[in-house]
């Protein structure tokens, strides 16, 4: 471990503290919201953020203690390719296997069937 | 496009993903690297059931922009939805008509409304011409739909000419 300038050392915890934060939020959500559909926005939102705060911390850390470090955008850009696509699945899954859903969720479709696997 | 590159935007993609996985930049470096965005394009190409060319790059190099201003104000909008004890979500499952056409441009459009706020794409209609979605937190539905068509899908309409 390397000593860090003041204003990097509060830098870097800020950031990490910020992604730890969001990620505790997202945590939070999964277990307070109603039901599977609700459940389903709170890892697939806030732990973009809670990431994205520990790379930029990764970045500023690696950038001023050894040379300037950029590989770590590449998570980033997994995690955009990779959390919408298994958001999906997961409520495609939800959808098709009828789970409860909270009684206020308004049904807005004109028709359900559109969207169904059953024939 | 031309034969040499048959999809430029792939071989930038893979130049700068190079790049990245090196985590340093010297000549010898780029060379390999552009040797490496030229072959693998021309070996992949055939592959490729659904081409989608950019008309627009820097309209999507803004879009990419609005899309990061967005995830973070999703991030902090969720986050104020799961802290504040007392907010009762109103949660709905919205039918979203589809003007664009081609699988590349609804994939973008469905990732981008998954990204976004209090939203998340379930499915997509047999006929393929609608999205279903699920929004957290909805008063109005119509007022969600028509800002979800002005804000992302007119700009992918100009981004990929659909």
Redesign the interface.
């Known amino acids: 471990m390397v000593e860090l300038h003041g204003w990097a050392d509060w830098l870097v915890s800020s950031l990490l503290i910020i992604g730890a934060l ?1 990620a505790l ?2 945590s ?2 999964l277990a ?4 599977f ?2 459940r ?3 890892p ?3 732990t ?2 809670g990431v994205g705060g520990v790379i930029l911390g990764s970045i500023v850390y690696f950038s001023v203690t050894a ?1 300037f ?3 770590e ?2 998570i980033t850009i997994f995690l ?1 390719l990779t ?3 298994s ?2 699945l997961l ?2 899954a ?2 098709h296997l009828e789970l409860r ?2 009684e ?7 028709q359900p069937k ?2 169904s696997d059953k024939d | 496009m031309n034969k040499l590159l048959p999809a430029p935007f792939l071989s930038l993609f893979l130049l700068v993903f190079w790049l990245l996985l090196q985590n340093t930049v010297s000549a010898g470096l780029i060379v390999l690297g552009i040797i490496l965005a030229i072959l693998i394009p021309l070996y992949t190409n055939r592959g490729r059931d659904f081409p989608a060319t950019i008309h627009k790059p820097f309209k999507a190099i803004e879009y990419f922009i609005l899309l990061m201003v967005d995830i973070l104000i999703s991030n902090l909008n969720i986050a104020a939805i799961i802290l504040l004890p007392s907010r009762r979500i109103k949660p709905a499952l919205i039918e979203y008509p589809l003007d664009i056409v081609g699988e590349v441009p609804i994939t973008v459009l469905a990732s981008t409304i998954s990204l976004t706020p209090g939203t998340i794409t379930a499915e997509i209609r047999r006929d393929g011409r609608a999205l279903m979605i699920h929004a957290l937190n909805v008063d109005d539905h119509e007022k969600l739909i028509a800002s979800i068509k002005q804000r992302y899908e007119m700009r992918l309409k100009e981004i990929f000419k659909c």
Request: glycine residues 6%; positive net charge.
């Open positions: 969001f939020i997202g939070v959500g307070r919201l109603p039901d559909m609700a389903l926005h709170a697939t939102k806030s973009t953020l040379s470090s950029w590989h955008l590449l955009f959390a919408p696509i958001a999906h409520a495609k939800g959808l859903r909270v206020n969720t308004r049904d807005l479709r004109a559109q969207y």
